[in-house]
């Protein structure tokens, strides 16, 4: 017992020092509960075109099909709340993701992550285990929940009392046990700011969200041509969509980030509608060589650009 309390303080403090806001950690068990919400959620098609969420469903439940022998799992937060809100500039500008304003969060946690690893072996010896930062079969929210590092809101996403929700979430699974936190309540209450806020409810219920009707889905995930039957308005989001956040009272007590990574470049502070409208191949790969925004491609945030112009025809704007 004294060698697990001792290497769980050494995983807490590791966590601080490499600058993760918040550290929590889980048993690496079955997820039971989720198992049936997984499998609903995808019956009723609420993940689109998304075919990758139908792969290695067993994986996503099971964390020692991912890691031998698995014990832990840590969960990590890591805010990237701006100084400076870009699309609160002008009425009519085009909007993106908070979370893609610098550069690509996979690269820059992911090193963290690896450095974190090694730092565990040094200090406590034969460790095995494996990083993620939403780029493989992990629920991610799940196991932040279970680590009491906040709960999932209405809109779905993991709030943190402290931090609100802009955050990105990273994993550890290792074969090493540990003290595992408890959860924390669920403190949305009456509050139904992001179901009412979003334009396509794609929030259909509390705690329900049909990511087939989300504009991050529409903008990012989505390769074909937009439907004709979308319904609401994109309210100029070109990249990402941060509605539901941006309304959730637990926001008022995000703080900016720190991390240089993440500080929007000089030229996208400045970019106009007629700077994104005017892009080339060329210098989108210049200006988003190492951005999130690359993962749109230039074919598909042209697409964007001009449904949402199309939008404001339609709407006399």
């Given at each position: 017992m004294l060698n697990i309390e001792k290497n769980t303080k050494i995983i807490k403090e590791t966590a601080k020092n490499l600058g993760f806001d918040y550290c929590g950690i889980s048993k690496a068990d079955?997820?039971?509960?989720?198992?049936?919400?997984?499998?609903?959620?995808?019956?009723n098609q609420y993940q689109g075109e998304m075919k990758?969420?139908?792969?290695?469903?067993?994986?996503?439940?099971?964390?020692?099909l991912l890691v031998d022998n698995a014990k832990s799992v840590v969960s990590l937060l890591f805010n990237y709340?701006?100084?400076?809100?870009?699309?609160?500039q002008k009425d009519n500008q085009y909007k993106i993701s908070k979370y893609a304003y610098g550069e690509d969060y996979h690269e820059v946690i992911k090193k963290k992550l690896k450095d974190f690893l090694l730092i565990i072996q040094?200090?406590?010896?034969?460790?095995?285990?494996?990083?993620?930062?939403?780029?493989?079969?992990?629920?991610?929210?799940?196991?932040?929940?279970?680590?009491?590092l906040g709960w999932q809101g209405k809109h779905t996403n993991l709030i943190n009392r402290k931090i609100g929700s802009f955050f990105f979430i990273a994993e550890l699974i290792i074969d090493l046990p540990l003290i595992a936190d408890g959860k924390v309540g669920d403190f949305c209450g009456t509050c139904t700011k992001c179901i009412d806020a979003c334009p396509t409810d794609a929030i259909f219920a509390p705690y329900q969200l049909d990511a087939s009707?989300?504009?991050?889905?529409?903008?990012?995930?989505?390769?074909k041509e937009?439907?004709?039957?979308?319904?609401?308005?994109f309210e100029n989001w070109i990249f990402g969509c941060d509605i539901c956040q941006d309304v959730c009272p637990w926001n008022r007590f995000s703080s900016p980030h720190q991390t240089p990574e993440f500080f929007p470049s000089p030229t996208l502070l400045n970019m106009s509608n007629q700077?994104?409208?005017?892009?080339?191949?060329?210098?989108?790969?210049?200006?988003?060589?190492?951005?999130?925004?690359?993962?749109?491609?230039?074919?598909?945030?042209?697409?964007?650009?001009?449904y949402v112009e199309k939008e404001k025809q339609t709407n006399g704007k």
């Open positions: 079955f997820l039971e509960e989720e198992a049936n919400n997984l499998e609903n959620w995808l019956k990758y969420m139908e792969n290695h469903f067993d994986k996503r439940l099971n964390p020692t709340f701006p100084q400076k809100d870009l699309n609160d040094q200090n406590i010896g034969e460790v095995n285990g494996r990083a993620f930062v939403d780029s493989a079969p992990v629920m991610d929210k799940v196991w932040a929940k279970k680590s009491g009707k989300c504009i991050s889905y529409f903008t990012i995930e989505l390769k937009m439907p004709e039957n979308i319904k609401g308005s700077d994104w409208q005017e892009i080339t191949e060329e210098v989108f790969k210049t200006i988003f060589k190492n951005s999130p925004i690359k993962r749109a491609k230039l074919e598909g945030l042209k697409r964007n650009i001009a």
